[in-house]
């Protein structure tokens, strides 16, 4: 079956910093790839996605690639800034009735 | 205006009861979903409508009944509620016509604790 792997969390950084958070995969044919974000005490809401290989998702900048190769979905981010502390999932669906398929989620701290 | 609104936002209730959670999305959409979100975040999908007709009934007890009334509302009712149903529940909806590539609109969330 499908399934996402996800590093744990929690992550903390200090502002400015590299942000990785890394993503693999497992999935019978070939999904479409999601990176959710859910801030404290709100609902998910997407940050960006990729639905073939080697396709780039970006948005706020923040940027994953769609590796087939590695079954990766790694979410990279240059310089974080404080308000970038959230939850981060990275999700999957294929056509199976469109449900996303969900990691654990990785938790962001990012202080001053 | 909230895309995917959701009512209650939270509800606390004893044991045994039996409550309902309402989904309302004004984007037009054809499918709603609802997730479970535990309390280590995990989220898992429950159900999936697409046109008020289920498409996914994931292992979810029985006592769990969702209800589509039209396209735009997907409630969620529980029966003879117990302790471990405590979580957050989220409604969600996509466009329903390009498949696995749509983004999903969540709302902000039901937060259920079962006393």
């Known amino acids: 079956g499908n399934s996402v792997t996800q590093m744990e969390g929690p992550v903390t950084l200090s502002e400015e910093a590299f942000l990785t958070i890394n993503c693999t995969y497992t999935a019978t044919g070939y999904p479409s790839l999601f990176w959710y974000v859910q801030y404290p005490g709100e609902g998910l809401q997407l940050l960006l996605k990729a639905t073939k290989a080697d396709d780039k998702g970006s948005n706020k900048g923040f940027e994953a690639t769609y590796r087939k190769e590695t079954t990766s979905f790694h979410l990279e981010k240059g310089s974080v800034q404080v308000s970038d502390s959230a939850v981060y999932f990275c999700?999957?669906?294929?056509?199976?009735?469109?449900?996303?398929?969900f990691g654990k989620g990785t938790s962001l701290l990012v202080t001053p | 205006d909230t895309a995917v609104s959701q009512t209650p936002k939270y509800l606390v209730t004893q044991m045994g009861n039996d409550k309902s959670i309402k989904c309302e999305q004004n984007l037009g959409h054809d499918t709603m979903y609802w997730y479970k979100q535990d309390s280590k975040k995990f989220l898992k999908i429950m159900f999936s409508?697409?046109?008020?007709?289920?498409?996914i009934n994931e292992t979810v007890p029985n006592r769990f009944s969702p209800k589509s009334p039209d396209k735009a509302h997907l409630n969620l009712h529980i029966n003879s509620l117990e302790l471990g149903d405590s979580a957050v529940y989220f409604c969600?909806?996509?466009?329903?016509?390009?498949?696995?590539?749509?983004?999903?609109?969540f709302g902000p969330g039901t937060r259920l604790l079962v006393l």
């Open positions: 409508y697409n046109n008020k007709e289920l498409i």
């Open positions: 999700a999957l669906s294929e056509n199976s009735g469109y449900a996303l398929n």
């Open positions: 969600a909806s996509s466009q329903g016509s390009t498949g696995s590539q749509e983004t999903q609109y």
